[in-house]
């Protein structure tokens, strides 16, 4: 089985940043994908980035292209999500997930670190 805890959450005004952090434990963590996902209340999840474990191939919603940048650790099983230019509709709680395959659903899910951008 693999868990991953996330951190790095917190409050900010807007404009400013934040890096999250994802770390798995376990088994032997050798996913296809590592990505976040996030949750605003009243909203269903969504998609923020994801990255290729191997070879660290990075996608992103067009929503935080440009702003956040999803980066991997393969030494220390860490995944990275540096948030800048944050805007207030950024505020959910974020999720760090991973998935053996290189189709289908995550297999794996962390409990979720809240971010909060301020106006």
């Known amino acids: 089985q693999v868990h991953l805890l996330e951190s790095g959450g917190g409050l900010v005004q807007a404009g400013g940043s934040l890096r999250l952090s994802c770390v798995a434990s376990?088994?032997?963590?050798?996913?296809?994908?590592v990505g976040w996902f996030r949750q605003a209340p009243g909203k269903e999840r969504e998609f923020v980035a994801q990255?290729?474990?191997?070879?660290?191939?990075?996608f992103y919603d067009d929503s935080v292209k440009g702003r956040f940048t999803i980066s991997r650790d393969n030494a220390k099983n860490t995944v990275f999500l540096q948030m800048s230019s944050l805007k207030p509709e950024d505020t959910a709680v974020y999720y760090c997930?991973?998935?053996?395959?290189?189709?289908?659903?995550?297999?794996?899910w962390g409990q979720g670190t809240q971010v909060t951008v301020s106006s």
């Open positions: 997930a991973a998935r053996d395959g290189a189709i289908g659903k995550f297999d794996y």
């Open positions: 990255i290729t474990w191997q070879n660290g191939l990075a």
């Open positions: 376990g088994r032997t963590f050798r996913p296809y994908f």
